[in-house]
């Protein structure tokens, strides 16, 4: 048996297309906090990608893993928060609080769930020197009929499945697709996978913009973008910083004819930037307001909720859309049958 951690989990490096030919089994990119999991057949910890010890925050996931796990064994996974609508990153973060109380009701309202997706090992047997193919045949059979919290993540050798879940699963919140060589050992801390993202493309009002630190009045550092919802509404959803230095002196004189102080306009009456949280405590928040006139194309890779996950890449300014056309519609994707299935099995 592996001791009890902690252990660096075995890391991805991105990938532009998912592989083709054998040697590969693929599973989605599930969007939550990477989890190793120990359990000795008694006690139950779990540890983070970055070591830390994640069990005051998932009372919830030590109780019922303990219960539904059917022996000793040190798991690799990521723990979510599923809902009828998909993953829930927004709610998974709440989770990070000093408050036990907090913490202990946000586990009743919204239960997390750990899906697992490697074996490291079991009972006595170390499985770190295995081949993937192995550990997942035992993974298979060890959680093949596993009860909630406890979820096994799909995985097929199929490339055209796989890009078929690269194109569907996104609106479940996944982002992207992991290749896993079957003939490889675990590596802790190496990035011996491959992940392919995404990237999507979205028409944004430019609502505001932030100075370049230090060269205030003479350089933008990044855009603020926006989103209308079905009331009209504009929306911040993220930021584009990428941009050169000549560019960022340019855009100071640029954006100047849109600059204006009236809080009615830009960001006025939705989610303005800004909004202090423990995320961003300590952290210059201030940002200059435009009028809601400017339209550019972005990049992005993932949505967390109602805005970006990272920052977005600047791609071209769209004179020829209107702003009020630039709405959350555009982001919309369903929730694949086969993720509802599993989401709701939940109940």
């Not at 100071?252 to 009615?264: C, E, H, Q, S, V």
């Not at 202090?276 to 405590?281: G, K, N, V």
């Not at 970006?308 to 049958?337: I, K, M, N, Y």
Request: glycine share 10%; hydrophobic share 40%; charged share 25%.
């Amino acid at each position: 048996m592996l001791p009890p951690g902690p252990i660096d989990p075995m890391l991805a490096k991105a990938a532009l297309e998912i592989p083709a030919g054998p040697g590969w089994l693929f599973e989605p990119k599930w969007d939550g906090f990477r989890c190793i999991l120990f359990h000795d057949g008694a006690a139950l910890s779990l540890q983070s990608r970055d070591r830390k010890p994640l069990n005051r925050y998932f009372p919830e996931l030590v109780d019922g893993l303990g219960r539904v796990l059917p022996g000793p064994a040190v798991l690799d996974g990521e723990i979510v928060i599923m809902t009828p609508r998909g993953l829930d990153f927004d709610a998974l973060q709440q989770r990070i609080h000093p408050a036990a109380s907090r913490i202990a009701r946000l586990a009743a309202e919204t239960p997390a769930a750990f899906v697992a997706f490697d074996l490291l090992a079991e009972g006595s047997d170390s499985l770190i020197a295995a081949p993937f193919a192995a550990r997942r045949e035992r993974l298979e059979r060890l959680l093949g009929r596993a009860r909630p919290p406890a979820y096994l993540t799909p995985a097929t050798r199929d490339p055209a499945v796989a890009r078929d879940w690269f194109e569907r699963f996104e609106g479940a919140g996944f982002d992207g697709v992991i290749a896993k060589p079957l003939d490889a050992p675990y590596q802790p801390g190496k990035r011996a996978m491959l992940k392919i993202k995404h990237l999507r493309t979205a028409e944004c009002v430019v609502g505001g913009f932030r100075w370049n630190r230090g060269e205030e009045g003479r350089s933008v550092g990044s855009l603020l973008l926006g989103l209308y919802d079905d009331d009209g509404i504009l929306h911040f959803v993220g930021h584009t910083s990428s941009f050169s230095a000549s560019q960022r002196r340019d855009l100071a004189g640029f954006l100047a004819p849109y600059r204006t102080d009236d809080p009615a306009e830009g960001f006025g009456k939705g989610r303005t930037p800004g909004a202090e949280s423990r995320w961003t405590a300590g952290k210059d928040l201030a940002w200059e307001r435009l009028r809601p006139a400017l339209v550019c194309e972005v990049t992005f890779d993932h949505m967390q909720g109602p805005r970006f996950r990272h920052a977005a890449t600047f791609q071209r300014w769209r004179p020829d859309r209107e702003p009020r056309s630039c709405t959350f519609g555009q982001l919309e994707a369903p929730v694949p049958a086969e993720l509802r299935a599993v989401f709701d099995a939940r109940a």
